[in-house]
T-cell receptor
């Protein structure tokens, strides 16, 4: 099935550092979403973006919907140990189907 | 936010048996539910979309006769893995779209299936 390309694949960072990850697609999406998944659990929505160019924050998280509608990025500022997990982007294309295509995931490990 | 539950949370079965996984929206009505499969260290792959009262729409490469989906009510969808084999071992996750609110979609906690 189709997937979005997400980078980096994984990263180790020191507590307190900022983190940036992005997601790119060859197709245009109308909605971009960012999820976090802890081991053995379902994904939890972090941020949803609905308009090209939109920049939205949720606490220490900031995400942007790319102008071309083919990419999005997520920043985490001042990382803490509980930020550990896998971050997935997801895109929704044609309206009416409500289907999400998920990115390949970024595995984040925070060193205290 | 709205709550989606899955039952069971994990199941181990013998090869050749069938396993049913339930997905329930606990405090909202869900006109559409989605079933995903996630293999270890991989992303979520959409298997099928089910609308209440109608047949599910399967993604390319997903066998509809092997993965039976029933969405009989606005709060319950079931996925039955028929004649399960070890390669069907995976993490199955459902999500539910809030009726009348297309932007609101919530994921369940997942069901870990292990086929021996």
């Amino acid at each position: 099935g189709q997937q979005l390309n997400q980078s980096p694949q994984s990263m180790f960072i020191q507590e307190g550092e900022d983190v940036s990850m992005n997601c790119t697609s060859s197709s245009i999406f109308n909605t971009w979403l960012w999820y976090k998944q802890d081991p053995g659990e379902g994904p939890v929505l972090l941020i949803a973006l609905y308009k090209a160019g939109e920049l939205t924050s949720n606490g220490r998280l900031t995400a942007q919907f790319g102008i071309t509608r083919k990419d999005s990025f997520l920043n985490i500022s001042a990382s803490i140990p509980s930020d550990v997990g896998i971050y997935f982007c997801a895109g929704q294309g044609r309206s009416g189907t409500y289907k999400y295509i998920f990115g390949t995931g970024t595995r984040l490990k925070v060193l205290a | 936010g709205a709550v989606v539950s899955q039952h069971p949370s994990w199941v181990i079965c013998k090869s050749g048996t069938s396993v049913k996984i339930e997905c329930r929206s606990l405090d909202f009505q869900a006109t559409t539910m989605f079933w995903y499969r996630q293999f270890p260290k991989q992303s979520l792959m959409l298997m099928a979309t089910s609308n209440e009262g109608s047949k599910a729409t399967y993604e390319q490469g997903v066998e509809k006769d092997k993965f039976l989906i029933n969405h009989a009510s606005l709060t319950l969808s079931t996925l039955t893995v028929t004649s399960a084999h070890p390669e069907d071992s995976s993490f199955y996750i459902c999500s539910a779209r809030v009726a009348g609110e297309p932007r609101r979609k919530f994921f369940g906690p997942g069901t870990r299936l292990t086929v021996l």
